[in-house]
């Protein structure tokens, strides 16, 4: 059974930084892709940022250069260190394993997390 638990989140300021968590299991972590995706209120769930299984990232236009995705294989997790921190980036955030590194599809849509909650705001 495919689990996948987000911690790390909370209140920031603008222009702080926060890093997030995600334990995976249940799959073949170490030969598959892994990303993590956010959703807004009202809005639907994005992709962020993508990491291969040995090197090899993507991420979203709007967070190239701020956010840096990393993974532990051996301890089966991913990481999400967020700098630069701006209000536009309030969502939850959750991981999943990823299909195709182009387009950020995640492979088990139908089992995502309980999400972690990031919140940026004075």
């Known amino acids: 059974q495919v689990q996948l638990v987000e911690s790390g989140g909370g209140s920031v300021q603008p222009g702080g930084s926060t890093r997030l968590s995600c334990a995976a299991s249940g799959f073949i972590f170490s030969i598959s892709a892994m990303g993590w995706y956010r959703q807004a209120p009202g809005k639907e769930r994005e992709p962020v940022a993508v990491?291969?299984?040995?090197?090899?990232?993507n991420y979203a236009d709007s967070v190239k250069g701020r956010f840096t995705i990393s993974r532990d294989n051996g301890k089966k997790m991913v990481y999400l260190q967020m700098n630069s921190l701006k209000p536009e980036d309030t969502a939850v955030y959750y991981c999943n394993a990823v299909r195709d590194m182009a387009t950020m599809t995640p492979i088990f849509a139908g089992s995502w997390g309980q999400g972690t909650q990031v919140t940026v705001s004075s």
């Open positions: 990491i291969a299984t040995v090197a090899g990232t």
